[in-house]
């Protein structure tokens, strides 16, 4: 492998990365702990992660249990899901709270469904970016003879068609969670 083909794998695979966590964001009829990833907690003055502050459970399908180790951060945890864009209000019974995920409607799955295509497309398209711009700095390097920045662009483009047949395959994964009842 070559130094493009190296720098064109890490970029591409952070794309990857990029896109199973917009996927956790989705979300479905079934309970997953990274849905509570980007809320952040007040925690002593300090906005904190609820990971870092409270076991969070899947007993059952539909439900996550947030437990926090340290009981006085319950009501913050709860104040903090409130007023988050996850939509699903937290039942707190003292020692730890409940988050009922609802399963969402047909209609319901269908946008969820088109949103996550969204995010797979805007994934196919920062693939073909890092394709382009590899491609540029192959044209641009003199050491490689015009055989040479042929093979390179070949690799190059048998590394994208892998990148996007994976985004595919998780995009239909995904939707296929999607539209489970």
């Excluded at 990029?18 to 979300?27: D, E, S, Y």
């Excluded at 904190?48 to 502050?53: E, F, G, R, Y």
């Excluded at 039942?91 to 969820?112: C, K, Q, V, W």
């Excluded at 491609?135 to 055989?147: A, M, Q, V």
Aim: aromatic letters at 4%; charged letters at 35%; one cysteine or more.
């Amino acid at each position: 492998m070559s130094v493009h083909s190296d720098k064109a794998k890490q970029s591409m695979e952070k794309c990857i990365e990029a896109l199973k966590n917009n996927f956790g964001r989705v979300r479905t009829g079934r309970a997953n702990p990274h849905a509570l990833d980007h809320i952040k907690v007040d925690y002593y003055g300090q906005p904190t992660p609820i990971s870092q502050l409270a076991a969070i459970k899947v007993p059952e399908a539909s439900m996550l249990l947030v437990e926090p180790w340290d009981k006085t951060a319950l009501k913050s945890i709860e104040k903090a899901i409130e007023s988050s864009d996850l939509g699903i209000t937290p039942s707190n019974d003292g020692s730890a709270i409940r988050l009922p995920f609802p399963m969402p409607t047909e209609e319901r799955r269908r946008e969820l469904a088109k949103e996550c295509s969204q995010i797979a497309e805007e994934a196919r398209v920062a693939i073909r970016n890092v394709r382009r711009d590899i491609n540029g700095k192959i044209e641009r390097d003199e050491e490689l003879s015009e055989d040479d920045q042929k093979r390179e662009k070949n690799g190059i483009q048998k590394l994208t068609d892998t990148y996007i047949a994976q985004i595919e395959s998780l995009l239909k994964t995904k939707t296929s969670e999607i539209m489970e009842i």
